[in-house]
């Protein structure tokens, strides 16, 4: 997802979960800032390198594809991006490193979901906004997985939006990918910019959906592909349907963290405060468009009557900076969130038995 959903519909999940507005701004505000927390920005701001929770595109190039790089990449990207759903998934073909990259493809509703809301729990606003954007992305990013590899994330000439038909079946539009980095996507060709094909199996263009560009954080989208982990069959993907409840669950998690409700558990969405609302949620989501921060931002804003800043990634450098206590500041307590997410994720992968974040 990018940031009209992380930043304006995660505002608008923290309202509806019963946030005032000062709290619900400083939520999406970390959830956004999951997005820009690399290591060249946290030498900006003076934090640990350690608590990176993206990479840049000039990162990532210089980036080390040895085991020990992908390591390194692995702990990011699965940890805040591209959360696995099923660590122990039942794997009957391939070699161990197949196996390992195959458990890392992300999806909602997993365990780690469960763990990253909870671990997020009593530990301040800053937390809650980065377990939201963990949480999001794992609707948005279902079936890629947070580690380079071209059999898991690589898409090809098989790739169509399906449009309602005019009969029972949708119809099929194929989509184009360019890569040219510089260029317009355009949602009526429809023409997308993915990365450029590289047949190397840990080269960087095969991390996550790079190969399929932003097409998958787009809302509005339905698409199918035939990717290789899944035997060359088609796998559909329904944004629409998948957004507006990566939006509930936020509802609920964020009402479970706020300590409404006493449990958080998978597959559990909070329909009944997002029911007066549902229809200005469904034309923000299907309306097509590659940024839907202004609706976002509208509905935002008639929710709490209030105006919802934009975002500033460098909004608390100066209090970080100044402070004799830095972890007791908001990027003091973001970056003590995002090393603690991290680390759960690590461990947990690394106790699977999967080696691609590190040994035990």
Not at 134 to 149: C, E, K, N, R
Not at 206 to 215: F, P, V
Request: aromatic share 12%; proline share 4%; glycine share 8%.
């Amino acid at each position: 997802m990018q940031g009209d959903f992380h930043y304006y519909a995660t505002y608008c999940a923290a309202i509806l979960a019963g946030y005032d507005h000062k709290k619900s701004v400083d939520i999406c505000h970390a959830a956004q800032l999951v997005d820009h927390c690399s290591e060249t920005w946290l030498k900006k701001a003076g934090g640990p390198a350690q608590a990176a929770t993206t990479q840049l595109q000039t990162e990532l190039l210089q980036a080390r594809t040895d085991p020990m790089g992908l390591c390194d990449i692995t702990r990011i990207w699965a940890s805040f991006h591209f959360l696995p759903r099923d660590l122990y998934a039942v794997v009957n073909r391939g070699a161990r490193n197949y196996k390992d990259k195959y458990r890392l493809i992300c999806g909602p509703n997993g365990d780690l979901t469960v763990d990253t809301v909870k671990l997020a729990k009593g530990k301040g606003l800053e937390a809650a906004g980065i377990a939201m954007h963990v949480l999001a992305d794992t609707w948005a990013h279902t079936y890629f997985a947070g580690t380079p590899s071209l059999v898991i994330n690589n898409t090809n000439w098989y790739f169509y939006e399906l449009l309602p038909g005019d009969g029972g079946d949708p119809e099929r539009r194929q989509i184009r990918f360019s890569h040219n980095p510089s260029a317009a996507e355009d949602v009526d060709r429809p023409v997308y910019v993915g990365s450029v094909y590289q047949p190397y199996e840990n080269s960087i263009m095969n991390l996550g959906h790079g190969r399929a560009g932003h097409l998958p954080d787009y809302s509005y989208i339905r698409y199918v592909y035939l990717p290789a982990w899944g035997d060359y069959k088609e796998i559909v993907k329904d944004n629409p349907s998948d957004y507006e409840r990566a939006f509930s669950q936020m509802v609920y998690a964020l009402t479970y963290l706020r300590g409404e409700n006493d449990d958080y558990k998978n597959d559990t969405y909070d329909k009944d405060k997002i029911a007066p609302h549902i229809d200005w949620i469904r034309r923000i989501i299907a309306k097509r468009q590659v940024d839907a921060s202004a609706d976002w931002k509208e509905f935002g804003e008639s929710l709490s009557g209030e105006v919802v800043p934009d975002f500033d990634m460098d909004e608390y450098i100066t209090e970080y900076a100044e402070s004799s206590n830095r972890s007791d500041t908001y990027l003091g307590r973001f970056f003590e969130a995002a090393l603690l997410q991290k680390q759960m994720v690590t461990k947990k992968i690394m106790e699977s038995g999967n080696r691609l974040a590190g040994l035990k």
